[in-house]
Each structure stands twice: as C-alpha cells, then as structure tokens.
C-alpha cells in the first residue's frame, strides 16, 4: 500500500535533512503509528504521502515513494488528494468554510464530483462519524471534539484508502481523543482504510496500532513492523510499556489487559508510594479563592469555587473542556472579575488591583506560549517583562542569565524565540513569566504538544521550583503527568469542583483519570512506575 | 433552508412595497411583517443574532429623524413651539407636521433596515459568495476564507492581549502595540500557511491539479484572454464611433465587445473542473415564498394606488387605510410559516 524506498528529504535552507534515508512498507489496511521526537521528521514523514512534500514545502527528495499504486512526487497534492485524507493537529486552522455540511463538501467540490452524488457522498461522510444532527451547525459552536471529528469527515469525503493523521488528539481532552480514535479504529476495521498516525501521547494509541514507525532523532535510520518488535528501541515509553521493560514481561503487553495478566501474577503489594511528595507550608496560602462565580452571557463559568494555594505544593486541576478550568486561572490573576466571590494573593485582595500589578506576584502561562513572544532573542523576552513592570535590569530578583541557565537555555540566549521547538519555546514564555520571581505559578496545560523528553525537562523544573517553595497550579488533561508531579489533584465539572484531595486518592477514584499504573494494580496506592518498582522491591527484599 | 434565490426576490418585493408607500399605516404594518420572519428564522443554535435589533433600530432612528426634521424644516399648520426667531440654528417655529414628517422617514429606514436584517439572518454570506461567477472561483475561494479568518483573527488577538497583560504590559505610547501586533502577524502568517496546506490537502487546486489538466487549462486561458482583450477593444471602438456620430455602428460594436467578454467568462469558467454544492434545491417553499413576494408587491401597487402616498403637509390628517392593500403585505410572511416547518426536519436526511 505505502512503500519508501530511500528517501531521503531535505526542507529548503535546512542544514541537514529532515528525512534521512527513511525505507518502509505499510500494508493495505494496516493501523501504522509513527513515533520519535518533536523534529524527528514524523510531520513531513506523513506530509511525503500525500505530496505536499515538496510539492507545498519545496526542498529536495530523493529515493522513491509509492502509495497506493501512485508516485505522490509525480502527481500532485491535488491528485492525491482522492488517494490520501489528512487531518491536522489544530482543528481550527483547517477549515476553509463556516458550516459542518460546506466543509464536508469542499473537497468534493474541488475534485468535481456530480451534485447528486456530492449529497450521498456527504450524507454518508457525517453518518460514519456520527455527525448527522449536527450537519447545518456553524463551526464554531461545536466543541473541540467534534471539530476534529467533522475534519476527520471532510478528509472521508473523496472516499481515500488511505488517512494520515498528524497529532489529531493533541488538543483534545481524554474524553473527546477517545471518541476521536474510536471512530477511527471503527473505519480501519470495518472500512480496511489504512491509518498513518503520528502522536506523542502514545498510552492512547498503542493498543489499536499493528505496525509502529520509529524515527530516531539522532541520524539512525527509520524502524517500522509490528510494536513487539520496534517498541524495546523507543527510549520513552509509556508507563505500561516502561514497567514491562523494567520487570522484563515478555511479550511486552500492548493494551492494559495484556498487562493486567502479569500484574496479576505479582503478589504481596506494598501500599506505600515511594516518592515523598514537597513540603507543604500550610500555614498562609500564597493564592486563594472563595466562593467565586463567574459567567458568560447566560452560562455559569463557575458556581462557587474555593481554592487554596500552598507555599511548596503542584496541585493539579483536571476535568473535560469546557468545565471552567480556564476561567478559573483568569479569575485567579484578574484577567476576569468574578460576579461573586474574592482572591487573596499573598492575603491581599486582588479586586482593585491591576491584572500587571496581580501577576508580578502569581505566572500565568496561558495554553498557546505563541501569543507572549514577539521580541527578536529570547534574553529580550525577559527583559521586557522586567522593563512592563517598571524595574530594571539590574534590580531584577533573579538575573535573567541565571534563570535562563535554570531554564536550559542559556545557549539559546540570543536565538529568535519563534525558531525554537515547541518544548524550548515554552520555556521561554515560562522565563518572561518567572522573571519577576512570583510566589505562585499558574500553567493552563503545559505539556499539550510536547514529547516526551519536553515533558520530563518540564517536570524536573516544576519539581525544584516547588521543592524552593514556590506554589504551582497545572491545569492538564495529562493523567500521567499528574501522577507523576502532583501533590495534590482536583476535578472540575460544570463550574464547580466536584473533587479534591491527595492525588493518589483523587486519580484512583475516578475511572476517566486512573493512570495506567494504578490500573495495573487495584490494590496499591502507586500511580508511577517509580511507585510500582519500589513498592515491589520493597515486596521482594524481605523474602530474599 | 430556503434558497438563497428565493430570499433574494422576497427581498426585491419588499423593497419595492417599502420605497412605494409613505403611509405610515403600511410601513409599520411591513416592518412588522419583517420582524416576525427574522424571529422566525433565527435559529436557536446559532449565537449569532444581528448585532443590531431592528427594535433598537427604531428606538435610535425614529426620534431622531423627527427631531432633525423638525429643526431643519419650519413649515406646517401646527405650530407647537414657537422658539424667537433670532436664536440661531433652532430659531422659529416647530411644528407637528415636521415632527410627523421627519419621523416618517425614520420609519422607512426601520422598514429597510429590517428588510436586510432580515436577508443576513436568512443567507448565510457563503451563499452570497456561490453568485461569483465560476472563471473568478479562487477569488471566490479566497473571499470565503476571508470571512472564515476574521473572527478567529479576533479571537486570537484577545488571546495575545491576556497574555501581554499577564507580563505586565501596559497601553501607553504607539510603541505599546508592538507586543499585540508581532504575534498577529507571524500567528495569522502561521495560520494562512496551514490553511493554505489544508487546501491543498483537499485537492483545491487552481491549476487544475494535474500537468496535463494545467497545460490545457493555460492553453484555454490564453484563448480567453485574446477573446476578452478583443472584447474590451470592440467597446472602446464602438464608444469612439458613438462620439463620431455613428451610433448604430457604435452600439452594434459595444454590444458584440460585451458579449465577447461574457463568452470569454464562460470558457474560463468551463476549464475550471469544479462543482458546486447545491445545499437547499428549488422546491414548493422556494415557489411559495416567490409567488406569495411577488403576489403581495403586485397587489399593494395595483390596490394600494389610493392610499400609498400620504403627506403629513402642510396640515395633519389621518392617513388612510385600505384593508385590501394592507392585508396584501401579509403575502411577505410566507417564509416565516414555510421555514418553521422545514426547520423541524432540518436534521433528517434529505435522502
């Protein structure tokens, strides 16, 4: 179905190729997986299949791609369009109309298919993925999810053999990424469509995916067959996967049933988590909200929440989009005056302060770090922050060279900061926020986008800030991540919060946030798989 | 839905009873008709009401024109406030028929304002856009992108004023935009490049897609364009003739250079593989909502000759009603009844 024989792909003006002599073969109706680091090459990998590389990209390309029976650098995009459906990562910036039935039908418009036949051809697009009530419906009033879904069926419109999907679920809550995926185990199954998906998060993906497509960011050649084979060569993995390696399971599990059936042969489990969590100081909380309501227009963003934010503690915020997670962090900095209710910063109330004055003292890191950077280096960036609120240079708290340092940039200090990756250039917003050195740090999902490595870099810095004393909030659809940072976890639902408590009794309440460790085992109170081989090391040690 | 066609000649009938009449019996009478087809169409599932209710419209407009009216024109009979002639500009008598007058005017521009409030809930601006003629379809592609990127373009703004306000950035001198506006551009730059991927993704392509379609496509454009450059020289040659005291040979040629370019328009058109999707077909509502448009303005010409025009000058009367006209107007309420009960089954499968 999908053949690359030595390709080899270098972008215009690039230093080194993007693609490094990279030779595979998808089967017909194969679920193929690609996976590798941010800038490994997944992006242009898929962008080869349908010709957009080189023909949108320019470049050069060598060595010879077929997919199903067609050379995607002979024919063109436009051809290839019928052959190959693509879905984006943002839902949003791919749509070229305004109405769910109009999107559907611009492809097929395009390819100059007969009215008669455009109107089946759409009926059926929106019946397949379940979106035929919402047919006449604007775009922007449906949810992500379902953005993404009417994508999803603007790409089936031509009838493809073949749908690429790059990072589809990237922006989509855990809800809404599995009905995503659902409906597309569903076409490959029952429809044979061959998918070719590149993801970072792939605990969601893994168990559906027979063949994994592995390109090392490192110049090695690309690996592709099936998971059992590839997966021991990726060097982040899962938490299911990363156990199994550890524990030596054999084959490795792919679904977490397969994983259940050796955990359950582990006996005696140990209840106890092995890391400590930050020393909490709970004495005076550095942010904290009573009773706040908030609306827009007719609809409750927030119907009395209380939060407290303590000195030395990562708690995190959970729930589905569209819960007023967001509008809570806003109503916490002062971007949005709550209808009722107060915020003390450092027991001061914020309500005649100005939203500068609030955030000197509490970093808000808002979902897109695209929207803070504008200045030509990344030291400028800071130093802008220093100049809006007025202090200078010298008498910054922290020098913005050490907190570069601190950042893992300081080599980066004098680059434009749009040129960075996505995980480099969040740690600049991170460093124009923490410059005037707040007692509390806000993150509005932090990791969305990020590979695994961005990931563990965030992490590591989030955790030595706590451990210094400073107060973090993270608002995340990431389970993993909470598990693995947060002190203490909380769930939103509609406006309010319908949960909190230790993030170990938060997380394994709930059937929708329990990472894949506790899954694994019912009984412990392990959410990490640091967790999971300390407490069976400890099981181990006094038998032996 | 009805078809945007049938919107358009409810619209013309409309307009053609508003501009006909002075009666202020009648216009209020049409622009109440107009308003319960906007509450009836306006679907709930749709935000976006009109940013200006005509209700509104009318509270602004009505009092306003009357006021103006009467300060600007001093004639009529009833005099109901004499200010001293020697105060400037407000000087001399203010009388009712002004007031009358002016705020008659008011009316008709409610009546029209609701007319088009009317076609903007109604027509949703794509199908504006499918009247392009085909040989522009990128332009008409373009514009429709157009539409689709101005209010993400706001939202994303809004986004980089929180996040500006977050670093403490404040409004104070010309130079305070530049943190707004570098991330704009390069966000908007960012998103016309992904969409542009999209597009091509979903096989829109202006060159045809394929070499060979392009070549033939190019080849055709050539001949278009020699037929439309003949064309343009055919009108510029009759219009020369024309003033050289030759109009019939001038008319003939003006006449045959038009439709030199009109063919020229379609062959382009025709080289443009490319199809339209017919959203609403022409059915028994679309005939309805025309004959009921047509019938009523028809009607209020013929019927309402008597009692159309009506002047408040130079002293106030009743304005005459006839039942036979006005219950003609009711024939523009028909999409209100047909598109009610469309709206039920809008979520059934047509097929």
Redesign the interface.
């Known amino acids: 179905m999908i053949d690359f024989a030595h390709v080899t792909y270098t972008y215009p003006d690039a230093a080194r190729p993007a693609l490094r002599d990279v030779s595979l073969s998808i089967p017909d109706s194969a679920f193929a997986l690609v996976v590798g680091s941010s800038g490994a090459g997944k992006s242009t990998l898929l962008r080869c299949l ?1 010709g ?1 590389v080189p ?2 990209s320019g470049g050069t390309l060598t060595g010879r791609i077929v997919v199903d029976g067609l050379d995607p650098v002979a ?5 290839m ?2 052959a ?1 459906g ?1 879905v ?1 990562q ?1 839902p ?8 769910v ?2 999107e559907i ?11 008669e036949e ?3 051809r ?2 059926d697009a929106l ?1 397949l993925l379940r979106l ?2 919402l ?4 775009l ?2 449906l949810s992500g999810g379902e953005k993404q879904r009417v994508a999803l069926a ?2 089936l419109a ?1 009838r493809p053999r073949i749908l690429a999907l790059d990072e589809p679920t990237s922006q989509l809550d855990p809800q809404s990424a599995a009905e995503l995926l659902e409906a597309l185990v569903q076409l490959n199954k029952s429809l044979g469509l061959t998918v070719v998906l590149a993801e970072h998060r792939l605990e969601r993906i893994l168990p559906f995916a027979d063949q994994v497509i592995y390109l090392p960011d490192d110049g090695a050649p690309a690996l592709a067959g099936p998971p059992r084979e590839i997966l021991p060569r990726v060097p982040l993995l899962p938490p299911l996967q990363s156990l199994a390696q550890a524990l030596g399971w054999s084959p490795l599990p792919l679904t977490m049933e397969e994983g259940s059936a050796f955990s359950r042969q582990l006996s005696a489990i140990s209840g106890q988590r092995s890391a400590v969590g930050g020393q909490q100081d709970t004495v005076g909380a550095v942010v904290e909200a009573q009773g706040l309501e908030a609306a827009y227009g007719q609809t409750m963003a927030l119907r009395g929440v209380d939060v407290a934010l303590h000195r030395g503690e990562i708690v995190a915020l959970l729930g589905r989009n569209g819960a007023g997670k967001t509008t809570l962090l ?1 109503s916490l ?1 002062g ?1 949005l005056r709550p209808r009722r209710g107060e915020v003390w910063v450092e027991g001061r109330s914020i309500a005649k302060d100005d ?2 004055d609030v ?2 003292r509490v ?2 890191l ?1 979902q ?1 770090p ?5 200045a030509d280096t990344v030291l400028e960036e800071l130093h ?2 220093l100049r ?2 007025g202090s200078a240079v010298e008498d910054a708290p922290i020098a913005p060279e050490v907190l570069l340092e601190r950042l893992g940039l300081a080599d980066k200090a004098q680059r434009y900061p ?1 040129d960075l990756s996505v995980g480099e250039r969040q740690r600049v917003a991170l460093g ?2 923490m410059v ?1 050195q707040p007692g509390a740090l806000l993150l509005d999902e932090p990791t969305r986008g990020l590979d695994y490595r961005a990931k563990a870099q965030l992490l590591d810095l989030l955790r030595a800030w706590r451990d210094e004393g400073l107060a973090i909030l993270l608002v995340t659809h990431d389970v993993e991540l909470v598990a693995e940072a947060a002190d203490r976890a909380m769930i939103m639902d509609q406006g309010a919060i319908i949960a909190q408590g230790n993030s170990a009794d938060v997380l394994r309440a709930s059937p929708t946030f329990m990472p894949q460790i506790a899954r694994l085992f019912p009984a412990s109170e392990w959410l990490t798989v640091a967790d999971a081989l300390y407490g069976l090391s400890c099981a181990s040690t006094p038998s032996s | 839905m009805l078809h945007a066609a049938a919107w358009f000649v409810w619209l013309i009938a409309a307009l053609v009873i508003v501009s006909a009449t002075r009666n202020p019996l009648y216009l209020t009478l049409a622009t109440a008709a107009f308003m319960t087809t906007a509450r009836a169409i306006r679907r709930p599932d749709e935000l976006s009401a009109a940013p200006l209710a005509p209700g509104r419209f009318a509270l602004y407009v009505v009092p306003l024109a009357a006021l103006i009216n009467a300060l600007l024109s001093r004639t009529g009979d009833t005099v109901l406030l004499a200010i001293p002639r020697a105060w400037p500009l407000i000087g001399g008598p203010l009388t009712a028929e002004a007031l009358v007058y002016g705020a008659l005017n008011g009316l008709l521009l409610t009546a029209l304002f609701t007319a088009f409030t009317v076609l903007n809930l109604a027509v949703p601006v794509r199908d504006l856009i499918r009247f392009i003629p085909r040989a522009f379809y990128p332009v008409a592609v373009v514009a429709s992108i157009a539409i689709t990127f101005a209010p993400t373009t706001l939202r994303q703004m809004q986004q980089i004023r929180e996040a500006q306000a977050i670093r403490g950035h404040r409004m104070r001198r010309l130079r305070d935009w530049l943190p707004l506006f570098m991330p704009l551009l390069v966000g908007g730059l960012e998103r016309a490049l992904q969409l542009a991927e999209a597009m091509a993704a979903r096989g829109f392509a202006s060159d045809g897609g394929t070499v060979h379609a392009a070549r033939a496509q190019a080849a055709c454009h050539e001949r278009s364009r020699m037929v439309s450059i003949a064309g343009l020289l055919g009108i510029l040659g009759g219009g020369l003739l024309a003033a050289w005291q030759q109009p019939f040979w001038g008319t003939a040629l003006i006449l045959s250079g038009s439709a030199a370019i009109v063919a020229a328009l379609w062959l382009t058109g025709r080289s443009i593989p490319h199809t339209t999707y017919r959203r609403a077909p022409w059915g028994y509502r679309e005939w309805l909502v025309v004959g009921g448009a047509l019938v009523a303005a028809a009607a209020f010409l013929g019927w309402g000759q008597g009692s159309r025009m009506y002047n408040p000058y130079p002293a106030l009367t009743w304005p005459v009603f006839e039942t036979l006209a006005g219950t003609t107007l009711l024939g523009l309420l028909l999409p209100a009844l047909v598109v009610n009960e469309h709206d039920v089954d809008s979520t059934a499968n047509p097929r």
């Open positions: 349908n957009l023909h949108f024919a063109t995009p436009s051809v369009s019928r190959v693509f984006f943002d949003e910036a791919q749509f070229v109309m305004d109405r039935e109009d039908a611009f492809a097929l418009e395009n390819a100059a298919i007969p009215p455009m109107e089946a759409i009926a019946a035929t009530p047919r006449r419906r604007k922007d009033t603007a790409a031509l806003k900095v971007l939203v500068a955030c000197r970093g808000y808002p897109d695209n929207a803070l950077l504008f802008i922050t809006n609120h749009r124009a926020i005037t």
